[in-house]
């Protein structure tokens, strides 16, 4: 068995399942969920429930306090069926998506949980093509190591 794995899973399930937890803030779908080494997990984009918008809004469960912040200023673009990757210092890049017109992203992000204040940043458009609903991968042996597949 792969404690590595289960172990995440344990966690999430407690902050999901804990009384006071409640719901996220922004009811959203199509966003990202990325658990950080602290055992927080980071809520990224996706489109709300109301009126079917993209958002920008990034949120954090704070499994210390068991509820959950949202970060002032949010993403640069709102965006919906991006990835977010946890980097190996812990930042998370945030790529692709779906801008509000459903048009594919190639623009990056880095979201940095370990900031004070906590917050993302745009890197501008890095990918060579645009894409959305995709999948990214933190390679972690070889001489490609630490670079998102």
């Given at each position: 068995?792969?404690?590595?794995?289960?172990?995440?899973?344990?966690?999430?399930?407690?902050?999901?399942?804990?009384?006071?937890?409640?719901?996220?803030?922004t009811a959203r779908h199509s966003?990202?969920?990325?658990?950080?080494?602290?055992?927080?997990?980071?809520?990224?984009?996706?489109?709300?429930?109301?009126?079917?918008?993209?958002t920008d809004v990034v949120e954090?469960?704070?499994?210390?306090?068991?509820?959950?912040?949202?970060?002032?200023?949010?993403?640069?673009?709102?965006?919906?069926?991006?990835?977010?990757?946890?980097?190996?210092?812990?930042?998370?890049?945030?790529?692709?998506?779906?801008?509000?017109?459903?048009?594919?992203?190639?623009?990056?992000?880095?979201?940095?949980?370990?900031?004070?204040?906590?917050?993302?940043?745009?890197?501008?458009?890095?990918?060579?093509?645009?894409?959305?609903?995709?999948?990214?991968?933190?390679?972690?042996?070889?001489?490609?190591?630490?670079?998102?597949?």
């Open positions: 068995m792969n404690f590595r794995k289960v172990i995440p899973l344990c966690l999430t399930a407690l902050a999901a399942f804990a009384s006071a937890a409640g719901a996220a803030m966003h990202t969920s990325t658990l950080l080494p602290d055992g927080n997990f980071l809520i990224i984009g996706g489109v709300t429930n109301s009126a079917n918008a993209v954090m469960y704070n499994m210390t306090t068991n509820a959950y912040e949202t970060w002032a200023g949010g993403l640069s673009v709102a965006r919906s069926s991006h990835t977010a990757t946890l980097m190996s210092d812990g930042r998370v890049l945030v790529a692709g998506g779906f801008d509000a017109s459903g048009t594919p992203m190639s623009s990056l992000e880095i979201c940095y949980p370990n900031n004070t204040p906590k917050s993302c940043s745009s890197i501008g458009a890095v990918l060579t093509t645009p894409r959305g609903g995709h999948t990214a991968t933190l390679l972690s042996k070889g001489p490609y190591s630490g670079q998102v597949l």
